[in-house]
């Protein structure tokens, strides 16, 4: 049973378009986090909520927009795709707040925007 | 902020040959530390950290890394590399208190049979 599960896998969509990513996680963590990872693999954190608050917001174009209905989910939002958005979005968790604590990540979500 | 360094994208290594991965950080007060791997079209997942404790940490998959604050590094090493570590290899920092977990860039490791 997959500990954080995130949806679709795979995105490709057109310029100017909308497009949604699902995020589950099943560990109880009450802590969860979007982060990108660009073409040359560098991991950069866009969000993080707590318990459904938001707590981190990097600085990431307004057209992105996290939403946690319940402490176990966490979806992203995106509006008027442009092509520098083509990346890998993580995913992950962690048990809560604060600096030492493990993250555990989901498969990744690799969105293409031609 | 803190930040981490990681220098040299791409390593190569023989099977067989000692894995050493460079990892030297920034941070004004005590650091948590971490190394994850990534393999190929997976998520990342975490081989080990240093919060405090034992300055020298043993992870999963025969790794380990010493903490050394004369330093600033928390080097990763593997005395025997397998074809299987071939991944890719983040060094991350945080600091009690800040939910930000900073990487850094990468190491893309190779292993030559």
């Known amino acids: 049973d997959t500990a954080v599960s995130q949806t679709p896998k795979y995105l490709v969509t057109q310029m100017g378009n909308d497009k949604s990513i699902k995020c589950e996680q099943n560990l109880g963590h009450d802590t969860m986090y979007w982060y990108k990872q660009d073409s040359k693999k560098f991991l950069k954190i866009m969000f993080s909520y707590n318990n459904k608050e938001l707590i981190i917001n990097e600085t990431v174009p307004n057209r992105f927009s996290p939403k946690s209905p319940d402490k176990a989910h966490l979806n992203l939002h995106i509006n008027s795709l442009e092509l520098g958005d083509s990346a890998v979005y993580f995913c992950a968790s962690s048990l809560q707040l604060g600096g030492a604590g493990e993250l555990f990540f989901g498969e990744g979500s690799r969105l293409t925007v031609l | 902020a803190q930040s981490v360094t990681q220098l040299g994208s791409h390593v190569s290594v023989s099977e067989g040959a000692l894995v050493l991965l460079r990892c030297n950080y920034s941070?004004?007060?005590?650091?948590?530390l971490f190394w994850y791997v990534q393999y190929p079209n997976q998520g990342l997942q975490l081989l080990l950290k240093?919060?405090?404790?034992?300055?020298l940490v043993k992870g999963i998959n025969g790794f380990e890394a010493e903490f050394k604050k004369s330093e600033t590094s928390f080097h990763l090493t593997k005395p025997s590399a397998h074809m299987s570590d071939a991944a890719e290899y983040f060094c991350?920092?945080?600091?009690?208190?800040?939910?930000?977990?900073?990487f850094g860039k990468g190491n893309q490791v190779v292993v030559i049979p």
């Open positions: 941070s004004s007060v005590p650091p948590y």
């Open positions: 991350a920092v945080s600091v009690q208190g800040n939910n930000r977990l900073a």
């Open positions: 240093y919060t405090s404790a034992a300055t």
